[in-house]
């Protein structure tokens, strides 16, 4: 089959949004100039956290981005298909663990299942590989290994982040049971037919990935931006006290960095460095932010909805966050 080239409308998209960012970065620039941040105390605080926090995660992202293309253009679906090959039981701790190979970001996960589906791959194992290999990949574990070097917790929030991340996602897996790809999966007029390529000549395979790359760099940087941004904020304005409080009540401190995650939207591979910086969140905490983000937030909300039939974003939640913080608590007790 002939490759197929990337829509023009995407290109157009793609560079739309590199000037967007440009021209933020620049407006952002000439602010600083002529307001002298160092002169107003909490306006310097918010641009060391804020830059701080961009600094460390940008590497990672682009990092992200860079695996994901490799896989979207040189990877063929046929080496995750291989899965439906194995007995059920194993299918969905495979799933998981399948994700250590395949370091793509959940946004990127969500089409990737979808085509392992509709290919043959039981859909609760193409459930389990979606939402564990944002977590378990090892762009996001090594990015989870630099946020908190130097720190005692270093080791508990790697290993935990692997090993609760999959636990998770063969829970929910097992969760939406033995359902049809038919009943899963909402009905897609693209997969009738394949769209003509533009003057009858596919891209290059490096102009596709160097779209693809440049396509999740700008779309991860800018929930990167977002959440650095709110997180400069929240540790500048919002009382100490305050943080305090909810930070010293094992489940509520739990639960407000779940919904503080879903909210962020963030990307896995940079998501590591938000949480590390509410330090004074437990480590229990802080892996709930990092395991259930990757699972559930606004944006994968949207695209859950359009991919999946309804009634799979509420299992998708319930048994996610109930696994999480049942997990969490548990890690909390272990660890003292």
């Known amino acids: 089959m002939a490759e197929i080239a990337a829509p023009r409308h995407e290109r157009h998209a793609t560079q739309r949004t590199a000037l967007v960012i440009v021209g933020t970065l620049v407006a952002l620039a000439v602010i600083l100039r002529v307001a002298e941040p160092q002169r107003v105390a909490w306006v310097q605080t918010s641009f060391i956290i804020f830059g701080s926090l961009l600094i460390q995660a940008l590497p990672f992202v682009l990092l992200g981005a860079l695996a994901s293309a490799l896989i979207e253009v040189f990877v063929p679906a046929s080496a995750l298909e291989r899965l439906a090959m194995l007995p059920r039981p194993l299918q969905l701790p495979a799933a998981a663990l399948a994700g250590v190979a395949f370091p793509i970001c959940e946004c990127g996960s969500v089409p990737v299942a979808r085509r392992l589906a509709a290919k043959g791959l039981m859909p609760s194992a193409a459930v389990t590989f979606m939402l564990a290999a944002p977590v378990v990949n090892p762009v996001v574990i090594a990015s989870t290994f630099v946020a908190y070097r130097g720190r005692d917790s270093m080791w508990t929030m790697v290993a935990g982040r692997f090993l609760i991340g999959a636990l998770v996602a063969i829970v929910v897996g097992w969760v939406v049971g033995r359902v049809s790809k038919e009943e899963l999966l909402k009905p897609n007029p693209e997969d009738a037919h394949v769209h003509p390529v533009e003057l009858g000549r596919p891209d290059p395979k490096w102009r596709e990935f160097f779209l693809h790359m440049g396509n999740d760099f700008l ?82 909300g949207a695209l859950y909805a359009g991919t999946f039939r309804k009634g799979f974003l509420r299992t998708v939640v319930i048994a996610s966050a109930a696994t999480t913080l049942v997990a969490t608590m548990w890690a909390q007790v272990l660890t003292g």
Do not use: N
């Open 219 to 300: 779309f991860m940087g800018r929930y990167l931006v977002l959440g650095a941004t709110f997180a400069a904020l929240v540790q500048t304005f919002l009382p100490a006290s305050w943080i305090a409080e909810v930070a010293g009540l094992p489940v509520l401190s739990i639960v407000a960095m779940m919904v503080l995650a879903a909210l962020l939207s963030l990307c896995s591979e940079s998501d590591a460095f938000i949480a590390a910086s509410f330090v004074q969140f437990g480590a229990s905490a802080q892996l709930a932010f990092l395991v259930f983000g990757p699972m559930v937030d606004l944006k994968l």
